[in-house]
């Protein structure tokens, strides 16, 4: 009877070859690494929440911010848009109001000199009305469909 050589088999398997696949795989990081591109994030709004002045106060040495109120109605609905003492249809008339105000030239940098707004809203209104008035005063997509034009990054939130 023939004992067989089990050691010989051990030495005779095939070793993987790990450095090559771990200079892959570090070759894969650097390059994803490399080409990685950090974009601003859509919808990044400028907001800060109130933290000592009342509404339409402003810190000293500052312009006083356009105050928007947002009333609510039954169930969260809006109720109603008033812009200063003057009350409004709806957000498009809000942002011709904003528009107006800001003097939009359409051109980068159109935002520098934009005073703040601040946004007085009820405590019951739904969030969605609240989105559509930051639409509103923050800027909107030019004629061309290419560049976005920015009224104003500086949105203040309040409640009433």
């Not at 907001?47 to 609510?72: D, N």
């Not at 011709?96 to 209104?125: F, K």
């Given at each position: 009877?023939?004992?067989r050589?089990?050691?010989?088999?051990?030495?005779?398997?095939?070793?993987?070859?790990?450095?090559?696949?771990?200079?892959i795989?570090?070759?894969?990081?650097?390059?994803?690494?490399?080409?990685f591109k950090v974009?601003?994030?859509?919808?990044?709004f400028?907001?800060?929440?109130?933290?000592?002045?009342?509404?339409?106060?402003?810190?000293?040495?500052?312009?006083?911010?356009?105050?928007?109120?947002?009333?609510a109605?039954?169930?969260?609905?809006l109720?109603?848009?008033?812009?200063?003492q003057?009350?409004?249809?709806?957000?498009?008339?809000?942002?011709?109001?904003?528009?107006?105000?800001?003097?939009d030239?359409?051109?980068?940098?159109?935002?520098?000199?934009?005073p703040?707004?601040?946004?007085?809203?009820?405590y019951?209104?739904?969030?969605?009305?609240?989105?559509?008035?930051?639409?509103?005063?923050s800027?909107?997509?030019?004629?061309?469909n290419?560049?976005?034009?920015?009224?104003?990054?500086?949105?203040?939130?309040?409640?009433?």
């Amino acid at each position: 009877m023939r004992i067989r050589n089990t050691r010989r088999r051990a030495r005779d398997k095939d070793n993987l070859k790990m450095t090559a696949m771990i200079d892959i795989v570090f070759l894969l990081l650097i390059f994803f690494v490399m080409t990685f591109k950090v974009l601003a994030p859509e919808g990044d709004f400028n907001v800060k929440m109130r933290q000592k002045p009342g509404p339409g106060e402003s810190p000293p040495g500052e312009m006083p911010p356009l105050v928007v109120q947002l009333c609510a109605g039954q169930g969260g609905r809006l109720a109603g848009i008033r812009l200063g003492q003057r009350e409004l249809a709806n957000f498009d008339e809000l942002h011709q109001q904003i528009r107006g105000l800001v003097r939009d030239h359409a051109g980068p940098g159109s935002a520098d000199a934009a005073p703040e707004v601040e946004l007085a809203c009820d405590y019951d209104l739904d969030f969605e009305h609240v989105v559509a008035a930051i639409t509103a005063v923050s800027g909107y997509v030019a004629d061309d469909n290419r560049s976005i034009v920015t009224l104003t990054d500086k949105i203040r939130l309040s409640s009433r």
